[in-house]
C-alpha cells in the first residue's frame, strides 16, 4: 500500500500534528482521499487508520462488512493483513470489546477520535512504525 500526503492543513491527529495520510491504494477515509478526515456528513465516522490483520479481518466479515472479498465495481481490490484502512470508530470499539481490535496508526487517525476513545487506549493499540 502507498501512502499520499494530501491532509488539509486543519486536519489533526491524536498527537495535534498534522494528519498523516492512512492509504491511498486502496484509497480509503470517507471522502477516499487516503485520509481518515472528520466529514460531518460522515454518520459512521471512518476516522482510525487501522493496520488490519486476519483476526480483525475475519471478525469483520462475520458482522456483515466483508472488507476480503475484491469488488472491482467499486474499484475496491480487497484488504490483506498488514492493510492500512480508515475504520469507523463504533467497529473498532466493538472489536476491541472482542479482543480482535487492529492496531492503529496514530499519525493517520484524527484526532475528533478521542472525544470517543480514550488516549491511553488508543495507545495501548499504536502499531509499530
Same mark, same amino acid.
Given at each position: 500500500?502507498?501512502?499520499?500526503?494530501?491532509?488539509?492543513?486543519?486536519?489533526?491527529?491524536?498527537?495535534?500534528?498534522?494528519?498523516?495520510?492512512? #492509504?491511498?491504494?486502496?484509497? +480509503?477515509?470517507?471522502?477516499?482521499?487516503? #485520509?481518515?478526515?472528520?466529514?460531518?456528513?460522515? *454518520?459512521?465516522?471512518?476516522?482510525? #487508520?487501522?493496520?488490519? +490483520?486476519?483476526?480483525?479481518?475475519?471478525?469483520?466479515?462475520?458482522?456483515?462488512?466483508?472488507?476480503?472479498?475484491?469488488?472491482?465495481?467499486? /474499484? *475496491?481490490?480487497?484488504?490483506?493483513?498488514?492493510?492500512?484502512?480508515?475504520?469507523?470508530?463504533?467497529?473498532?470499539?466493538?472489536?476491541?470489546?472482542?479482543?480482535?481490535?487492529?492496531?492503529?496508526?496514530?499519525?493517520?487517525?484524527? /484526532?475528533?477520535?478521542?472525544?470517543?476513545?480514550?488516549?491511553?487506549?488508543?495507545?495501548?493499540?499504536?502499531? /509499530?512504525?
Amino acid at each position: 500500500m502507498t501512502h499520499i500526503g494530501n491532509a488539509e492543513p486543519d486536519d489533526r491527529n491524536v498527537h495535534g500534528d498534522l494528519l498523516e495520510p492512512c #492509504c491511498s491504494t486502496p484509497p +480509503t477515509g470517507y471522502l477516499r482521499d487516503g #485520509c481518515c478526515r472528520h466529514v460531518e456528513a460522515d *454518520f459512521g465516522r471512518h476516522e482510525i #487508520c487501522a493496520v488490519v +490483520t486476519q483476526e480483525f479481518l475475519e471478525y469483520s466479515r462475520e458482522q456483515g462488512n466483508d472488507l476480503v472479498t475484491p469488488r472491482p465495481e467499486l /474499484e *475496491f481490490p480487497g484488504l490483506h493483513p498488514g492493510d492500512r484502512w480508515c475504520l469507523c470508530i463504533g467497529r473498532w470499539l466493538e472489536a476491541k470489546e472482542q479482543g480482535v481490535a487492529p492496531p492503529v496508526d496514530l499519525s493517520a487517525t484524527n /484526532e475528533a477520535v478521542l472525544d470517543s476513545v480514550e488516549m491511553e487506549t488508543l495507545e495501548e493499540y499504536a502499531a /509499530e512504525d
